[in-house]
């Protein structure tokens, strides 16, 4: 197995720290998790395709302690379970020189991102390319204290407001390319996490971020293995 492809799986749902609890479902042929952030306004989905190993559900409680303990490794590892009856109990990790074991969490105590019961139209499509994704983040760097975007439309296109308000601020204004859109609302979320999220995917070469009048956006990645979808939830009080 290859350590750097699974450090990559968890780069797309750990995100910098958001997200440090999930369940990885092993079927045999590929990983897959569902994730949510603590304030739940990120919420999200991942697939690994291309990966052998045994059928399972692994309660991973503390992401950060494992991501620890696979810097301990050389490239090549090899990864086995171990079961206490029908339980998995921990996750041993081996190279050819040593070997590190990981304690697994039940998986009660791990919280179950809920299903989206509806998802919305989405008005606005934008065309998320390198530049974009580069530009945000430096961005995002040079406004630090500053947490949120804002999606603003006119008859003219679409921009994307780090550090938007109705009075004189700092800010940077991105105007971008669009697939589609109609004229909505200004809508704001997170740029912190979009800004992880955009990170954890940068080796993506295009992909588009849907926006929805009603407080919803989506985005998703897929890059060689990967398939990385997020939904981001509007914030109310920009």
């Given at each position: 197995?290859?350590k ?15 997200c ?26 991942l ?24 810097s301990v ?8 379970l ?92 991105l ?40 407080g ?6 897929k ?11 509007a914030?109310?009080?920009?």
């Open positions: 197995m290859n750097h492809s699974l450090n990559r799986f968890i780069e797309k749902y750990y995100l910098g720290g958001n440090s609890s999930v369940v990885i479902k092993s079927d045999g042929d590929k990983l897959s998790t569902r994730f949510i952030t603590g304030d739940k306004n990120l919420l999200g989905e697939t690994m395709s291309d990966w052998k190993f045994d059928a399972a559900d692994l309660g991973v409680y503390n992401t950060e302690q494992l991501v620890k303990l696979l490794m050389s490239e090549n590892i090899s990864m086995d171990t079961k206490a009856g029908d339980k998995v109990v921990s996750l041993k990790i081996s190279d050819s020189a040593s070997d590190v074991n990981y304690m697994l969490s039940d998986l009660s105590v791990i919280n179950t991102p809920p299903k989206l019961k509806q998802i919305p139209e989405f008005e606005v499509k934008i065309k998320v390319d390198k530049s974009f994704m580069r530009k945000f983040v430096a961005g995002k760097g040079a406004l630090a204290d500053t947490d949120n975007f804002t999606v603003l439309t006119d008859d003219k296109g679409v921009k994307v407001v780090i550090g938007y308000a109705e009075i004189n601020t700092n800010r940077v204004t105007p971008v390319e669009t697939e589609s859109y109609d004229k909505i609302d200004h809508v704001s979320f997170n740029a912190n996490l979009f800004r992880d999220v955009l990170v954890a995917n940068k080796e993506c070469e295009s992909a588009t971020l849907e926006v929805s009048s009603g919803l956006a989506r985005i998703n990645f890059i060689d293995e990967y398939d990385a979808t997020y939904y981001l939830v914030e109310q009080d920009v």
